[in-house]
């Protein structure tokens, strides 16, 4: 039970309190990355398997040190797997810049809003208008809301301190080398594809979610499985179709990321999103993170009883 107190609990903490402000983990994780990745890159998939490995290994390998380390102290084991829960979560985060989008765009300061994005998905912002940064922020909310909410609590039940940790360093390689651009293609093919491996289910799991705390269970997955096999990622497609059915929108088009261009289709019947739709998206998105809290916790039992 240390498991699932200690992810209730770290999810409560960031509910409160939203990330670390200072010394955050991930970011030292992140500096780290990026020093070794000035020593190993190369353009070449056998140098990014390599560094993806060292880096994800080791990792993860902390995380089984705390579990073994902690195995007969329950006490401990649940204010360390609150600690790790709180680090590796963004929801509280994601919902505070949601909120500042929604701030600048509801006063139409359209210069510092297109600043703002940046905090929220690498889409080029130069010449986007309000309602096409309202969209940006709709699609990266419910992106987001699967990779730091979701899926972290996910793995968090079924593997705990190691998957939580894990999980996390490899979603922070994705987002540092997982891009489709010419540096990264090769480099960072193996920290993109094990991304997409280990949001496999916990994005489906995010649809489900979304349809369900919405009650509009039925439009969130006509338009999942309709519509999602048109966005190019397998992961964020059915979210941001759920997301769409159960907002009454429609998302995706072209977006632009300055070295390339990505067409995600239409997702959705509904009309374009709006500034009003920024506010409403997060609040579906925190419900979200409630729902997957509470089924991370029954997976937490599940584990203990299974393995004892």
Same mark, same amino acid.
């Given at each position: 039970?240390?498991?699932?107190?200690?992810?209730?609990? !770290?999810?409560?903490?960031? @509910?409160?309190?939203?990330?670390? @402000?200072?010394?955050?983990?991930?970011?030292?994780?992140?500096?780290?990355?990026?020093?070794?990745?000035?020593?190993?890159?190369?353009?070449?998939?056998?140098?990014?398997?390599?560094?993806?490995?060292?880096?994800?290994?080791?990792?993860?390998?902390? !995380?089984v040190a705390v579990e073994r380390l902690t195995r007969d102290r329950p006490i401990v084991h649940t204010l360390l797997t609150a600690a790790a829960t709180w680090t590796v979560l963004g929801a509280r985060s994601l919902e505070r810049?949601?909120?500042?989008?929604?701030?600048?765009?509801?006063?139409?300061?359209?210069?510092?809003?297109?600043?703002?994005?940046?905090?929220?998905?690498?889409?080029?912002?130069? +010449?986007?208008?309000? *309602?096409?940064?309202?969209?940006?922020?709709?699609?990266?909310?419910?992106?987001?809301?699967?990779?730091?909410?979701?899926?972290?609590?996910?793995?968090?039940?079924?593997?705990?301190?190691? !998957?939580?940790?894990?999980?996390?360093?490899?979603?922070?390689?994705?987002?540092?080398? !997982?891009?489709?651009?010419?540096?990264?293609?090769?480099?960072?093919?193996?920290?993109?594809?094990?991304?997409?491996?280990?949001?496999?289910?916990?994005?489906?799991?995010?649809?489900?979610?979304?349809?369900?705390?919405?009650?509009?269970?039925?439009?969130?997955?006509?338009?999942?499985?309709? *519509?999602?096999?048109?966005?190019?990622?397998? +992961?964020?497609?059915?979210?941001?179709?759920?997301?769409?059915?159960?907002?009454?929108?429609?998302?995706?088009?072209?977006? +632009?990321?300055?070295?390339?261009?990505?067409?995600?289709?239409?997702?959705?019947?509904g009309p374009t999103p709006t500034v009003a739709d920024v506010r409403r998206t997060a609040t579906l998105a925190r419900r979200v993170g409630v729902a997957a809290a509470g089924a991370a916790a029954i997976l937490a039992v599940a584990?203990?009883?299974?393995?004892?």
């Amino acid at each position: 039970m240390s498991t699932t107190f200690g992810l209730l609990l !770290g999810f409560a903490a960031d @509910r409160v309190l939203g990330d670390p @402000r200072r010394f955050h983990p991930v970011a030292g994780f992140g500096q780290t990355a990026a020093r070794l990745e000035s020593r190993w890159y190369a353009d070449s998939r056998a140098a990014g398997t390599a560094y993806t490995t060292a880096l994800v290994g080791t990792t993860a390998l902390v !995380g089984v040190a705390v579990e073994r380390l902690t195995r007969d102290r329950p006490i401990v084991h649940t204010l360390l797997t609150a600690a790790a829960t709180w680090t590796v979560l963004g929801a509280r985060s994601l919902e505070r810049e949601a909120e500042t989008m929604a701030g600048l765009l509801e006063e139409k300061d359209i210069p510092a809003a297109r600043d703002r994005l940046s905090h929220l998905c690498a889409r080029d912002a130069t +010449n986007l208008e309000a *309602d096409e940064l309202a969209r940006a922020t709709v699609e990266s909310i419910a992106e987001n809301t699967s990779d730091a909410c979701v899926a972290p609590l996910l793995w968090g039940g079924v593997l705990g301190v190691p !998957g939580l940790l894990a999980y996390r360093a490899i979603n922070t390689l994705d987002a540092m080398v !997982g891009y489709r651009s010419p540096k990264y293609a090769n480099f960072g093919w193996a920290s993109a594809r094990l991304d997409d491996l280990v949001n496999l289910l916990p994005a489906r799991a995010c649809a489900v979610l979304t349809g369900v705390v919405s009650n509009r269970y039925g439009d969130a997955r006509r338009v999942w499985k309709r *519509d999602a096999p048109q966005h190019p990622s397998p +992961n964020a497609g059915p979210v941001e179709a759920a997301f769409a059915g159960a907002l009454g929108l429609s998302l995706g088009g072209t977006n +632009n990321y300055g070295s390339y261009t990505e067409d995600r289709g239409t997702l959705g019947d509904g009309p374009t999103p709006t500034v009003a739709d920024v506010r409403r998206t997060a609040t579906l998105a925190r419900r979200v993170g409630v729902a997957a809290a509470g089924a991370a916790a029954i997976l937490a039992v599940a584990r203990g009883r299974l393995w004892g």
